[in-house]
C-alpha cells in the first residue's frame, strides 16, 4: 500500500528558510526516532519498528520514505522470496545524528523536570493575577 509523502516545500520557500524547510521532514515525531533506532547499524523493517515501540507500520512506512526522500536513509532490497528489505544511514543521515544525539541525550536527562514542570503549570486564563 503507497502513503502519500507529505508536501514538499517550495524552492523560493525552501531557499528563504532552509531550517525550516529541514525541520519540517526531521521535527516530527518518529524522524528522530528512526534516526537514532538505525544509529547501531542497517535494521529490517520489523527488527527498526520494534527498536522504535510504539510506532504504528503505517507511520514507521511513511516516516522511512520521508527520510529516503530526503536522503537521510538508504532502502535496500533484496531479489529473495519475501523480498528482503534493509534499511540504513546514508553519510547525511550520519552526520545529522552526530548533531541529534546531544539532543536526545539531554531529553533523557531533563524528562522528569518536563514533566513535573506540566503537571504544576497553571494557563494564565486560568490565573486571575495574570
Same mark, same amino acid.
Given at each position: @500500500?503507497?502513503?502519500?509523502?507529505?508536501?514538499?516545500?517550495?524552492?523560493?520557500? %525552501?531557499?528563504?528558510?532552509?531550517?525550516?524547510?529541514? $525541520?519540517?521532514? /526531521?521535527?516530527?515525531?518518529?524522524?528522530?526516532?528512526?534516526?537514532?533506532? =538505525?544509529?547501531?547499524?542497517?535494521?529490517?523493517?520489523?527488527?527498526?519498528?520494534? %527498536?522504535?515501540?510504539? /510506532?504504528?507500520? +503505517? @507511520?514507521?512506512?511513511?516516516?522511512? +520514505?520521508?527520510?529516503? +526522500?530526503?536522503?537521510?536513509?538508504?532502502?535496500?532490497?533484496?531479489?529473495?522470496?519475501?523480498?528482503?528489505?534493509?534499511?540504513? =544511514?546514508? %553519510?547525511?543521515?550520519?552526520?545529522? $545524528?552526530?548533531? /541529534? /544525539?546531544? $539532543?536526545?541525550?539531554?531529553?533523557?536527562?531533563?524528562?522528569?523536570?518536563?514533566?513535573?514542570? +506540566?503537571?504544576?503549570?497553571?494557563?494564565?486564563?486560568?490565573?486571575? %493575577?495574570?
Amino acid at each position: @500500500m503507497k502513503f502519500p509523502l507529505p508536501p514538499v516545500q517550495t524552492d523560493a520557500h %525552501a531557499e528563504r528558510c532552509p531550517v525550516r524547510d529541514v $525541520l519540517d521532514c /526531521i521535527g516530527d515525531r518518529w524522524s528522530l526516532l528512526t534516526l537514532a533506532a =538505525l544509529s547501531n547499524g542497517t535494521l529490517r523493517f520489523t527488527r527498526l519498528k520494534h %527498536a522504535i515501540g510504539d /510506532i504504528s507500520a +503505517r @507511520m514507521l512506512a511513511q516516516t522511512l +520514505r520521508v527520510l529516503e +526522500r530526503d536522503g537521510y536513509v538508504l532502502r535496500q532490497v533484496y531479489p529473495t522470496i519475501p523480498p528482503k528489505v534493509e534499511y540504513t =544511514l546514508t %553519510a547525511l543521515g550520519r552526520s545529522l $545524528l552526530v548533531k /541529534i /544525539i546531544p $539532543l536526545i541525550e539531554w531529553a533523557g536527562k531533563n524528562h522528569p523536570r518536563i514533566r513535573k514542570a +506540566r503537571k504544576t503549570y497553571v494557563p494564565p486564563a486560568a490565573n486571575p %493575577a495574570l
